[in-house]
């Protein structure tokens, strides 16, 4: 491994273990760099300051470790990255209560967007406007993610998947039921509900 990603390690892991027990807000760049016994220049050496830190590792953790292609449906995909998250919940959890400029929570929802848009192409294959269904999907699943993570992670991320297809199941059961299969509607004005003309 180069030296300059050795660097990056140590003050990563530096990072992390100082985010278990204080919030981001507390801990300067000295904090970090004395937890690795390094010199500042070293730290600006190789990050702007503590949020491109953390950026560096979610993106070197996770980001560059995954390759969508190689799955064979997003579920894959999504069971792996919530496995991740899982195992690493008590960084995350602080790294996402982050607010303000160049926080990580702005930066994950920008970032794991692409990740989120080939899980839904899954679902919304060959649909029309399939931006649309696709950004509102993976939206309301970036969201999921957060507070589950916020939260604690209370259940495992095999039980919060499980809990996310049933949610889907049910919603599709639901819909069908109550307005039937759905047919592409090509008028210009939405249908009028009976009773009301």
């Not at 760049?29 to 950026?55: E, P």
């Not at 792996?80 to 690493?88: I, K, P, V």
Request: some cysteine.
């Amino acid at each position: 491994m180069p030296d300059s990603n050795i660097t990056k390690r140590a003050l990563a892991q530096a990072m992390k273990d100082l985010m278990r027990a204080e919030p981001f807000s507390k801990i300067s760049v000295g904090d970090i760099c004395q937890a690795c016994n390094m010199s500042r220049k070293s730290f600006y050496y190789h990050f702007r300051d503590k949020y491109d830190l953390v950026n560096w590792i979610f993106d070197s953790e996770f980001l560059q470790s995954i390759h969508p292609e190689a799955y064979h449906s997003g579920w894959g995909l999504l069971a792996d990255m919530c496995a991740y998250f899982y195992r690493e919940q008590a960084f995350y959890r602080s790294a996402l209560l982050i607010s303000g400029q160049n926080s990580f929570r702005e930066y994950f929802g920008q970032a794991i967007a692409p990740v989120m848009a080939f899980f839904a192409q899954d679902i919304f294959d060959g649909v029309e406007h399939v931006d649309f269904y696709v950004t509102f999907f993976s939206d309301a699943i970036l969201i999921s993610i957060i507070r589950w993570l916020t939260e604690g992670a209370q259940i495992p991320p095999e039980e919060y998947l499980s809990q996310l297809r049933h949610i889907l199941v049910r919603l599709a059961k639901h819909t069908i039921d109550e307005l039937g299969p759905f047919e592409e509607d090509t008028r210009s004005e939405p249908p009028v509900p009976s009773g009301q003309t």
